[in-house]
């Protein structure tokens, strides 16, 4: 498992490098190497899958991402991709401290679900001191508070056919003639029935910054920072992703990302 996770992430470290230095802030950009079709990309989309595979045989999904302690958070998480979102419905609920924010729960439930920050810090919370490793070569160690996503999906009752959790998120990506695209990921239900998979409002034992994705973002440690989605709107349980967008999955992964990004 480690041979082929290290063969990825120096296919990654080489394979971006070139985009990262161009543009500082790199999930921006894409990497021309990247692009489908691309000896490089055809190489990492096949040593990801068989780490996919060899991971989940491996630890049935039950393994934990490593936590650290309070003394290891040496800086602020660093911000990343967006950080302001100027979504006018975001700055409204901006506007109010979220007050008015919900979560929206739906899809293949028996239950939908709509809930505000209040009911969600209610819930059973919890807290992990984790490393956040983006695919552009940085990494944060910080405290996440949250509430684990199995008590939200348990309320709300999934289907047996439900497969992957796609969450839908506030902040536009790109501007198009079709209209804006807003960022959007998904996991499947053994990560987002993992212990250490949570919808965060805290940060560093405060209140979840705007820059980091309040007022509720994901946190799904066994896999790279692109799937966290942040300024997480709703939550959709379906059974297979090829409606999603462009049917890889997830905002970077319909422009050449992988879709199991497990570190
Ligand atoms: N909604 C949304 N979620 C997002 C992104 C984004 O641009 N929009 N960027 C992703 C990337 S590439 C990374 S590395 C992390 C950054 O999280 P941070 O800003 O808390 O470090 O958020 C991920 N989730
Ligand atoms: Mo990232």
């Known amino acids: 498992m480690n041979n082929i996770n290290i063969t990825r992430r120096r296919l990654l470290g080489t394979t971006l490098a070139t985009g990262s230095a161009i543009a500082l802030g790199g999930c921006n950009r894409l990497d021309p190497l990247i692009q489908s079709g691309h000896t490089a990309r055809t190489i990492l989309e096949s040593a990801s899958s068989l780490s996919f595979r060899v991971q989940r045989w ?14 290891d958070i040496r800086q602020q998480q660093h911000a990343n991709g967006t950080i302001s979102p100027r979504d006018v419905d975001y700055l409204n609920l901006a506007s109010n401290q979220f007050s008015d924010y919900s979560l929206k729960v739906n899809g293949l439930v028996g239950n939908e679900l709509s809930l505000d920050l209040d009911t969600l810090r209610k819930l059973p919370a ?15 160690i910080g405290e996440w508070t949250g509430v684990q996503l199995s008590t ?14 796609v969450f839908d998120c506030f902040d536009t990506m790109e501007r198009g003639l079709s209209g804006s695209v807003k960022y959007y990921e ?21 209140t979840l910054p705007v820059a980091n994705g309040a007022p509720l973002r994901l946190r ?9 989605a942040k300024y997480v709107k709703s939550i959709t349980l379906v059974a297979t992703l090829k409606d999603i967008a462009r049917g890889n999955g997830g905002y970077w992964e319909d422009r050449g990302y992988a879709w199991y990004a497990g570190i």
């Open 58 to 71: 491996l630890s049935s999904g039950t393994s934990l991402a490593r936590e650290y302690q309070r003394s």
């Open 126 to 140: 919890r807290a992990q001191i984790t490393r956040h490793d983006c695919v552009e070569g940085w990494s944060c």
């Open 220 to 228: 799904v440690e066994r896999q790279l920072g692109y799937k966290h």
């Open 152 to 165: 939200i999906l348990e309320m709300a009752k999934p289907h047996p056919e439900a497969r992957f959790a």
């Open 186 to 206: 998904s996991i499947d239900m053994v990560d987002a029935m993992h212990s250490q998979t949570i919808l965060a409002y805290g940060l560093n034992q405060k």
